[in-house]
């Protein structure tokens, strides 16, 4: 199903191919991506959405976050939910 | 990547903590070199090249202004034949000790050669601190010689990369590097340093390093968590209960030195202890109620254990494929898994569990034993025990010990009967690698260097001259096979140049044995590219051209204890090939994509099931 990801990270050249690497390398294809800058410039947010499975998208947000350049990974859709 | 502009810098006021050198000026490459003096570090591993040299010649400068006592270098710099030897020598020497090997080496291929071991590392788990040069800045992007884009490529591999265009970041950034490579799950991080920024004046702070604060806060929540009563009355409900409980241990237990935590857990409650492939050393093998290794060619008693338990205690392991091949079908009577890891997204990524804690390994197992303790939970395992000892009694390792050609078990046990298992032993990647892991005993933590996720063959002799730097006084031992000791043969030098009495063991079967093995059971032993009898190389000829004074080959079964005794008594660097029957196997076998059940004993090894004969179909599992 459908998932979209909301991933706050340190804005800096190269931090966006590493979120992408990630997601290439463990087998997700990103069908959406928007990135900008936040009220904080030294911070951009990253909004992404992919088709993926319920343990998948566990998988990949206890990944995202072990980026070191990632600040916070939320997936809004849980957090309704919860 | 760039560096982040925010540091943090700690209170400077108070001079007793100061830097001695702080306020002073000093080059890029200068800098790198005082906090590499400052983190501790005692030896570097290296090859030169133009983007590094400012770096190199700072290392010459340090080392000939601040010899030790005994007139030594601090910081020796140890050339490899090959980048790769270099970061495999920093990654034995990490293995090893316990601490944070260091690399550093040139742009380009320089870098690009350091790919591999960086990988491997970030697959184990295992802290290293890479520099590489870079191009100058204004030459990034421009196609320049010897460029590559070393912060693209080492960001797919390692634990965490930066490339340093801010010349006033470069101090922090460096600092931040050891840091992370030591904290939470270690791993490799790489710092690429254009040239321009390794020549730049810049004044010394001594102190601070990069805010990082996501991964900082995140650090803090893993380290911090602890076990709550809730958490501790959950597990002991599950234990009491059970008649036949299993610890599963993993490299964790290594990573964490935890072996002693672990160590006073099963003397208190008195579960069983196998391990991993990463994890050997980490619960004396010597143990009675220790099985050895689980997994793919773990030992069949391990393996039955695995099978029979009805409670696993996993710590510091990830049920990766060559232990879990089908996870549904991993421990099918365990009524209760419990899983201890510092990385939460090694929790469920496999197999889901009944209980689990994320949190360093010591802390946990040092809470469970004190509540286990104060509750005065003595469980009672009596028949478990009767049966874990009848287990390894029934379904021993064995192999044909009245064939004629060397069985290369019995030189293992040979030289496992002089070092009972207090030898650093490295290994390369195959057959030798499992025989290694099955018939030596590790007493100890960091006595087992093997590239267990990546399987890198050519990992085992640059590995072992890593180790001798971290233990010049320890016997290390590298158990090499013909294919895998061809990919490093240049570090053979390596090992004479600085006079290391590493030993190094050939188990010669004329071909990639482990392919070979796999060729016989799914390809009809079509022997594609594995099979090596045309190679002319001579082994021997070769140690000794490359300086080695004692060189033999063993070829007869009668010589073997001799050989081995005068092979392991001779003071210096020593080789010896051994021509061993090329039909030895790996056995027992689980093969991929099988359960347990369906292992694979071979022909010396009692199996409690008739096993399926025949031949496999062919499978997509690898």
Same mark, same amino acid.
């Given at each position: 199903m459908n998932h979209t990801l909301s991933i706050l990270l340190q804005n800096e050249a190269g931090a966006l191919v590493r979120v992408a690497g990630l997601f290439a390398a463990r087998?997700?294809?990103?069908?959406? +991506? =928007?990135? $900008?800058?936040?009220? #904080?410039? &030294?911070?951009?947010? +990253? =909004?992404? $959405?992919?088709?993926? #499975?319920? &343990?998948?998208?566990?998988?990949?947000?206890?990944?995202?976050?072990?980026?070191?350049?990632?600040?916070?990974?939320a997936h809004p859709a849980t957090a309704l939910a919860a | 990547m760039t560096t982040s502009a925010q540091t943090t810098q700690p209170n400077q006021a108070i001079a007793i903590d100061q830097h001695p050198l702080t306020g002073h000026a000093m080059s890029g490459a200068d800098v790198i070199v005082q906090v590499f003096a400052d983190q501790g570090v005692e030896v570097m591993f290296g090859y030169s090249g133009g983007a590094i040299l400012p770096v190199y010649d700072a290392v010459f400068r340090?080392?000939?202004?601040?010899?030790?006592?005994?007139?030594?270098e601090p910081m020796p710099l140890i050339v490899p034949a090959n980048e790769q030897g270099a970061g495999f020598m920093a990654a034995g020497y990490a293995r090893a000790s316990g601490k944070v090997g260091v690399a550093v080496v040139t742009s380009g291929p320089g870098a690009t050669n350091m790919v591999t071991p960086v990988r491997d590392?970030?697959?184990?788990?295992?802290?290293?601190?890479?520099?590489?040069?870079?191009?100058?800045?204004?030459?990034?992007?421009?196609d320049a010689f010897q460029e590559a884009p070393i912060s693209n490529i080492m960001g797919a591999c390692a634990k965490h990369v930066f490339l340093v265009t801010d010349p006033a970041q470069l101090e922090a950034t460096l600092r931040t590097a050891f840091t992370l490579a030591r904290s939470g799950r270690p791993g490799p991080v790489v710092v690429d340093v254009p040239k321009d920024v390794q020549n730049t004046t810049l004044k010394f702070h001594g102190t601070g390093e990069l805010a990082l604060t996501g991964?900082?806060?995140?650090?803090?929540?893993?380290?911090?968590?602890?076990?709550?009563?809730?958490?501790?009355?959950?597990?002991?409900?599950?234990l009491m209960q059970a008649k036949r409980p299993l610890i599963y241990a993993g490299g964790g237990v290594i990573a964490a030195s935890a072996a002693t935590a672990l160590r006073a857990f099963v003397d208190t409650f008195g579960l069983p202890v196998t391990t991993t492939l990463m994890?050997?050393?980490?619960?004396?093998?010597?143990?009675?109620?220790?099985?050895?290794?689980?997994?793919?060619?773990?030992?069949?008693?391990?393996?039955?254990?695995?099978?029979?338990?009805?409670?696993?205690?996993?710590?510091?392991?990830?049920?990766d494929d060559r232990v879990a091949g089908v996870p549904d079908k991993f421990a099918p009577r365990a009524k209760f898994i419990a899983h201890i890891d510092i990385d939460p997204a090694e929790i469920g990524k496999v197999k889901s569990v009944h209980w689990h804690h994320v949190g360093p390994l010591v802390r946990a197992l040092e809470r469970l034993t004190s509540y286990g303790r104060a509750h005065g939970l003595q469980p009672a395992f009596d028949a478990w025990h009767t049966h874990v000892a009848e287990l390894k009694r029934m379904h021993a390792l064995n192999y044909d010990r009245s064939s004629a050609l060397i069985q290369p078990y019995a030189v293992l046990e040979a030289i496992n009967r002089h070092t009972d298992g207090r030898a650093i032993?490295?290994?390369?990647?195959?057959?030798?690698q499992m025989w290694a892991a099955q018939y030596f005993d590790f007493r100890a933590p960091r006595h087992w260097l093997t590239s267990g996720s990546m399987g890198t063959m050519g990992f085992g002799l640059p590995a072992a001259i890593g180790a001798q730097f971290a233990h010049p006084d320890k016997l290390v031992i590298d158990i090499d096979g013909d294919g895998s000791i061809r990919m490093n043969l240049g570090e053979l030098e390596t090992v004479t140049t600085y006079n290391l009495p590493i030993k190094v063991v050939v188990l010669n079967n004329v071909g990639d044995g482990m392919v070979r093995q796999w060729q016989k059971l799914y390809f009809k032993g079509r022997f594609a590219a594995s099979d090596k009898s045309l190679h002319k190389k001579?082994?021997?000829?070769?140690?000794?051209?490359?300086?080695?004074?004692?060189?033999?080959?063993?070829?007869?079964?009668?010589?073997?204890?001799?050989?081995?005794?005068a092979f392991l008594a001779f003071d210096g660097p020593a080789f010896l090939e051994v021509m061993i029957d090329p039909d030895a196997g790996v056995y027992p076998m689980v093969g991929p994509g099988a359960s347990y059940a369906q292992m694979i004993t071979g022909d010396f090894i009692a199996s409690r099931a008739v096993a399926v004969t025949g031949e496999a179909a062919p499978s997509n599992m690898f």
């Open positions: 087998g997700y294809n990103i069908d959406t +991506l =928007t990135v $900008s800058a936040t009220h #904080d410039p &030294a911070v951009s947010r +990253l =909004t992404l $959405s992919l088709q993926c #499975d319920d &343990a998948g998208v566990a998988q990949i947000l206890q990944q995202t976050r072990k980026l070191v350049d990632v600040l916070q990974v | 340090y080392n000939a202004t601040h010899p030790k006592d005994n007139g030594d590392s970030m697959a184990d788990s295992i802290p290293l601190v890479v520099i590489c040069g870079q191009v100058s800045t204004v030459a990034i992007g421009s991964y900082r806060a995140r650090l803090r929540a893993v380290e911090q968590s602890a076990l709550s009563d809730a958490d501790c009355a959950a597990f002991f409900t599950a994890g050997l050393g980490g619960f004396d093998t010597t143990d009675p109620l220790a099985l050895h290794m689980l997994g793919m060619h773990g030992t069949a008693y391990a393996n039955y254990a695995v099978e029979d338990c009805d409670f696993m205690l996993t710590l510091g392991a990830r049920f032993i490295s290994t390369g990647v195959g057959q030798h001579d082994f021997v000829l070769a140690a000794q051209a490359d300086g080695f004074a004692w060189a033999q080959r063993l070829e007869r079964t009668e010589d073997l204890e001799a050989t081995i005794a």
